[in-house]
């Protein structure tokens, strides 16, 4: 092992899933120290949901993988969908696209702005700080930050609503409960907000609680529960309800009537309004204060996209069976920068996906170079919970960067470790606006990369390089930025004459007009008895999920017609995964290379950037099938079609 | 508290989104007002909970006294091999269905003193404070997420300390347990067949360690938002609620989502829907043959709705899938077959009082 860890953070709060951070600091004689050397990085627990699937039916993948994460609930479902749509050859109808393009894109707003107030918000807010604020000062900022914002109760915010909730605070303080608040790292040297400015931070992360609630009415209404939404393969199980008014025993209908509708356009119009008006000028507020943050926190500088949002708008041609066909343009390119050409997209190739278990704790292949139709097994052979510490007081249960220590494996892109998530999606954007191929949201991508980022202070910028998106600040403000795109793609948006962009309608209002239309290809389930029409054997499935890139590989049995193997390749295993067979770090391990810690003991600086990447370690772990390259083109066994499986679905016996 | 909280028989009559005749004592109004919150929009919140919870609303003003008291329950809340999908719905429960944007609970009625994913502190400071908490006594202890049977299996460790040392060490002091989920109630997907970690329910673990203390399984997944905050109110108020045969509530878990369902009626007498899409599922069937669970599911998703009332799973057209049962996830249907798509077997129905032909004639003539 390399030098001793002593930067420990063990568990990782305010994060999905259960997550280690170790790192070493060189001390600096003060308490504090700079961390010379990637961290590591490691997951805690695993599941092993792959092995559960094994022998299921496929149309019930979506439910197993959905709960592979309750935050990013839909993306799991969906990208388990259209793997077994293409291994079994289905296409979907325009309706099951933009409602999946609306689900999928109210969760990356959801996501993204609970994230940042909820999850990211108390490592730049100080709530102790905030109960020294005026009130009335307070209110004066919120008109100039937030000017347009009437929280909850319908009004603009005056010194009485900042007293409230000072108020608030103050009771969790008077009663000596802080409950969620407890034991922060306030008054840390490292926060530096105004009394004010925290305490407006700290009044939206109440209102962004209750606007939650209110957004993720939308999966409610599409899919009757959230989180965990209900989906089908082939489309989407809503359907317009023949009753549009009142549902009742006698009448019947369905969630989307009108009721349900205007439900959906409220939600979208909420999104939009808080997105506008509180999360990104709030984002803007807190990257003005700590600037020097764009200068910590970079990766080795590779991205990667999937792509994600097909544009129903690009359709050629609607089939009879209700499906349609693409090519579509992605809202976010599929697609690969690197390092040395960072505004260079370069054509995305899955077969050059690899995984390897070197630091995992799985038996399987270390160099990640081959399929295998082997299986790998969890194989723990870390160190011993439940120890207790040393005399000293440090941790007898200390990873090494040597072994295996993580339950992520390390996915590799060409042999390199590739980060993912919102910055890859703002750089992927922005490089195909600059070529022939660019689309309306990449010029707006560009416009606002320049106007808030890039623009001097005197012109209302932050003044930084386009280098610099590469650090712990630059995936906060990318983060608030795609979702300005994202919402406003699914509420519509006006023409911007300096960027030249017409104006757009918005998912919503196209699915609207078309709400009468297919919203699922009755065909599926046919098909799924008949498994030697299947096209190719190994189903590939993606989404570009709000955390980044996320792909499902399901290989059918072509006489049961049930799942051989199953296997996932997510986000946060892209940028959480330890080590590979050569040593090189992780995205999260890189990241902490050249921090410097205040005081050892409060490693607030290194919370900071590892939330910047929204870890979602539940994502990450579950992982128990062949590795390698995931995408499998296996000879398609023809000519045998017995399967039973699905006949129950038909109505005749 | 109070010298001039009404008698009970004053709320007797109260229609419930009323708040006429309720007074309450100076002090607790003024924290209330205080909170931003009026006497009137508090009533019929509580009064709101009162019907959810299936309690006379005699009981409101003891509702409204749990909801006010000066020092708030400590609640420790904590994740084991889970998704935080429960976690996540519980967070969307902060008004009631017709309710108002009351304040929410997790800052006004109750005090949780440890949510690893909410909580401001990490690392040891977090530690610190779980164990500081679990060192007082009376806590609820929530639980999301099944446990590995074996603490050095590897399989969970958080803090250093695994799934197992974990558990025990912070339901020594609890006075209530509350597994939150199908995983924490009864092993849930981490169990599903073959069950590659050796996951165990909360229950299980408990009577492994010999841990004999209340245990409420609010099972679902995710249980609905309200009622994990209606069980934990319930309980802070009233007292223990009756429970079924598996520990859950019978005021949420009592009747089969089927009861309630509006689709019933062509349950019984078709049509029923025979594809997504179809003519039928636009007029609202029943999606019985499409693989609906509602008829053995136990849960109040038809009665209550998701998300402020706005929806359940079979209003936007899809089956039930059974979360809320012990065999969620490797339930046998018919021919022995496990899936969400696949009928319910015959005789299913039977137990539960259902016409034969409904389960028995697949063609049944009923197609219009
Ligand atoms: S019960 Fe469901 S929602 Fe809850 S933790 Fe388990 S899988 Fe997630
Ligand atoms: S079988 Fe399902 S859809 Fe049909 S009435 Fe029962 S719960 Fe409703």
Redesign the interface.
């Known amino acids: 092992m390399a030098a001793t860890p002593n930067v420990i953070i063990d568990p990782v709060t305010r994060i999905e899933g259960h997550l280690r951070i170790q790192a070493h600091a060189v001390p600096d004689g003060m308490g504090g120290g700079t961390i010379t050397d990637p961290g590591l990085s490691a997951s805690t627990m695993v599941r092993g949901l792959e092995k559960i699937l094994q022998g299921r039916d496929p149309r019930d993948a979506w439910a197993f993988t959905q709960r592979i994460c309750g935050v990013c609930t839909v993306v799991h479902g969906l990208t388990s969908v259209r793997a077994v749509e293409h291994a079994i050859g289905i296409k979907v109808s325009k309706n099951a696209d933009y409602i999946r393009n609306m689900m999928i894109g109210a969760q990356y707003v959801h996501d993204h702005v609970m994230h940042f107030y909820h999850l990211h918000a108390l490592d730049w807010v100080d709530v102790v700080s905030a109960m020294k604020a005026n009130p009335t000062r307070t209110a004066a900022l919120a008109r100039i930050n937030n000017g347009t914002y009437k929280p909850n109760n319908g009004a603009l915010p005056n010194a009485a609503y900042f007293q409230t909730v000072l108020n608030k605070l103050n009771n969790l303080v008077s009663r000596g409960q802080l409950g969620l608040f407890a034991n922060g790292y306030w008054g840390h040297s490292a926060y530096k907000l105004s009394p004010e400015e925290n305490l407006l931070l700290v009044s939206h992360y109440l209102e962004a609680l209750a606007w939650a609630r209110e957004v993720v009415k939308l999966h409610s209404v599409f899919g009757g529960k959230d989180p965990h939404p209900n989906l089908v393969v082939g489309g989407m199980p809503c359907t317009l309800s023949s009753n549009t008014g009142t549902i009742n025993d006698d009448k019947g209908g369905t969630s989307l009537n009108t009721a349900g509708l205007a439900t959906i356009k409220t939600a979208v119009a909420r999104m939009k309004a808080f997105v506008d008006q509180v999360y990104l000028p709030d984002v803007l507020l807190v990257a003005k204060r700590y600037k020097e943050w764009a200068d910590f926190g970079a990766t080795a500088g590779n991205f990667l996209c999937y792509g994600e949002f097909p544009d129903p708008a690009l359709v050629k041609r609607e089939f009879t069976d209700g499906a349609i066909d693409y090519p579509a343009g992605y809202i976010i390119p599929q697609g690969v920068i690197w390092a040395d050409a960072p505004t260079t997209l370069v054509p995305f190739d899955e077969k050059m996906v690899t995984e390897n278990v070197a630091h995992a704790w799985y038996l399987g292949s270390d160099t990640g170079e081959h399929p295998s139709v082997g299986e790998t097994e969890l194989y723990y052979d870390g160190p011993l919970p439940d120890q207790g510490r040393n005399p000293d007081g440090t941790s007898k249960y200390m990873l090494d960067e040597n072994a295996r220590y993580s339950w992520i494996k390390s996915p590799r892109y060409d042999s390199q470790p590739m980060e993912v998530g919102p910055l890859a999606h703002i750089l992927t954007m922005h490089a195909r606006g600059g070529t022939a191929n660019a689309q309306p949201t990449d010029k707006l991508v560009r416009g606002y990369v320049q106007q808030f980022w890039i623009n001097p202070t005197a012109q209302g910028g932050l003044g930084l390089t386009f280098t610099q998106l590469n650090s712990t600040l630059g995936r906060i403000f990318c983060r608030v930025l795609e979702t300005k795109i994202i919402a406003d793609q699914i509420a519509g948006r006006a023409a911007d004459r300096t960027l030249g962009t017409a104006a757009y309608a918005g998912w919503y209002q196209l699915y609207y007009n078309n709400k009468a239309g297919a919203y699922w290809n009755p065909n599926t389930f046919t098909r799924l008895q008949q498994p030697n029409l299947w096209p190719v054997q190994v189903g590939f499935g993606f989404t570009e999920a709000p955390r980044g890139a996320l792909g499902h590989w399901v290989k059918l049995n072509r006489v049961s017609g049930l799942i051989d193997n199953y296997q996932c390749v997510v986000a946060s295993q892209w940028n959480a995964g330890p080590r590979d067979l050569v040593g090189a770090p992780g995205p999260y391990e890189e990241a902490l290379r050249g921090h410097v810690l205040a005081d050892l003991k409060q490693p607030l600086e290194v919370l900071r950037t590892i939330h910047s990447f929204d870890p979602c370690i539940g994502c990450a772990v579950h992982i128990v099938d062949p590795d390698g390259k995931p995408l499998v083109q296996v000879d398609v066994n023809h000519g045998v079609c017995s399967t039973t499986r699905v006949s129950d679905m038909r109505c005749a016996s | 508290m109070s010298t001039d909280l009404p008698s009970r028989s004053d709320y007797s009559h109260m229609p419930a989104d009323s708040s006429d005749g309720v007074t309450f004592d100076e002090a607790t109004v003024e ?1 209330l007002l ?3 919150i009026s006497r009137r929009r508090f009533m019929s919140y509580c009064a709101g909970l009162a019907s959810l919870l299936a309690l006379p609303q005699s009981m409101v003003p003891r509702l409204a006294q749990a909801a006010t008291s ?3 329950p ?1 609640v420790v809340y904590m ?11 519980m ?5 009631f269905s017709g309710g108002t ?1 009351i ?2 609970l ?3 009625m109750i ?3 440890y ?15 779980l164990l500081s908490v679990t060192a007082q006594s009376g806590y609820v202890l929530v639980v999301d997420g099944s446990i590995p049977a074996r ?12 799934g197992v ?1 974990r558990f025990r060490d912070a339901a020594k002091n609890a006075a209530l347990l509350v597994a939150v989920g199908t995983c924490a109630s009864f092993g ?3 169990k ?3 069950n ?2 050796d ?1 165990l329910s909360i229950g299980e673990l408990m009577a492994d360690l010999g841990i004999s203390k209340p245990l409420i399984n609010v099972s679902g ?2 249980p ?2 309200e009622v994990i905050t209606g069980v934990i109110l319930y309980y802070l108020s009233q007292g223990m609620p009756t429970l079924d045969s598996l520990r859950r509530p019978t005021v949420f878990y009592g009747d089969t989502v089927h009861e309630d369902c ?5 349950f019984e007498e078709g049509p029923l829907a ?6 039928n ?5 029943c999606l019985y ?2 693989g609906c669970k509602g008829p053995v599911t136990h849960n109040a ?1 038809s009665r209550v709705r ?3 009332g ?9 089956g039930c ?1 059974g ?1 809320a049962e012990p065999d969620f ?1 490797d339930r046998l249907n ?2 022995n ?7 319910i077997a015959a005789g299913s129905g039977h137990s539960r009082g259902l016409p034969c032909d409904t389960c028995h004639d ?2 049944g003539g009923d ?1 219009d």
């Open positions: 924290r205080q909170l931003g000066t020092t708030l400590a994740s084991f091999q889970e998704c935080t999908g429960c976690l996540e719905s967070v969307n429960s902060f008004a944007t304040d929410n997790i800052l006004n005090s949780l003193d949510q690893e994913t909410l909580m401001a502190a990490a690392g040891d400071q977090a530690e610190e404070r603490w050095d299996s590897g399989y969970f460790i958080s803090g250093e300390r695994s040392a849930g997907l981490p599903a067949d073959p590659p970690t996951a997944c995710p609905i938002p509006y689709r019933k009626e062509s025979r594809a997504f899409d179809d003519p599922s636009r007029k609202g069937k043959m499409l998703c998701w998300n402020q706005i929806s359940f799973p079979m209003m936007s057209g899809h899938i979360c996830w018919r021919n077959e496990k899936g969400f798509y696949i009928p697949d063609n197609d």
